[in-house]
T-cell receptor, first 114, second 117 residues
């Protein structure tokens, strides 16, 4: 079974530029999560999708971050414009929508904003 | 709100020895799940082990086992016969059994484990 795929793996941009990250969840997983992990901390949830609907985006900085999951499979997270403090690893995870809902993570995208 | 505390920022173990990582959590709920994730330098979070709160039996996965003390709200991870590949950050995580946004993972700050040859 293929795992969660993410791209790109690394991205370096200058502040005020825009960037987009892509995630493809495990086949059959209806729930998809985006996390931000700042160096030295645990992951923090940004947004949770159930199929193509948003379940929780309470911690998403909506003035600059946006995310979509149009067909209920792949998802894109965008930052526009980026700030220095957005430098972090962005992790995508997916799970079944029932039962224990164990989350399986992708390899992450490491973003550096200069 | 639920919180997860890992009081050991760093731990070290000799290869082939046993090490225990601590985790405590705070919740008023009775039905929840607990997880240990491993994050090596490659940054990918890998599930190590999970525990359902309604199960009294401690979970085990090969060399990894937990000591789940529900009344004390403690969930420690024991790694037996430590190997060099076990070196990583270890995160304890809590998830409510409730659905929707209340069922999201809450992570501790992590424990960095070093394994000495």
């Amino acid at each position: 079974e293929a795992g969660v795929a993410q791209s790109p793996r690394y991205k370096i941009i200058e502040k005020r530029q825009s960037v987009a990250f892509w995630c493809n969840p495990i086949s059959g997983h209806a729930t998809l999560y985006w996390y931000q992990q700042i160096l030295g901390q645990g992951p923090k949830l940004l947004i949770q999708f159930q199929n193509n609907g948003v379940v929780d985006d309470s911690q998403l900085p909506k003035d600059r971050f946006s995310a979509e999951r149009l067909k209920g499979v792949d998802s894109t997270l965008k930052i526009q414009p980026a700030k220095l403090e957005d430098s972090a690893v962005y992790l995508c995870a997916s799970s079944y929508s029932r039962g224990v809902k164990t989350q399986y993570f992708g390899p992450g995208t490491r973003l550096l904003v200069l | 709100a639920q919180t997860v505390t890992q009081s050991q920022p760093e731990m070290s173990v000799q290869e082939a020895e046993t090490v225990t990582l601590s985790c405590t959590y705070d919740t008023s709920e009775s039905d929840y799940y607990l997880f240990w994730y491993k994050q090596p330098p490659s940054r990918q979070m890998i599930l190590v082990i999970r525990q359902e709160a309604y199960k009294q039996q401690n979970a085990t996965e090969n060399r990894f086992s937990v000591n789940f003390q529900k009344a004390a709200k403690s969930f420690s991870l024991k790694i037996s016969d430590s190997q060099l590949g076990d070196a990583a950050m270890y995160f304890c995580a809590y998830r409510s059994a409730r659905g929707g946004s209340q069922g999201n993972l809450i992570f501790g700050k992590g424990t960095k484990l070093s394994v000495k040859p």
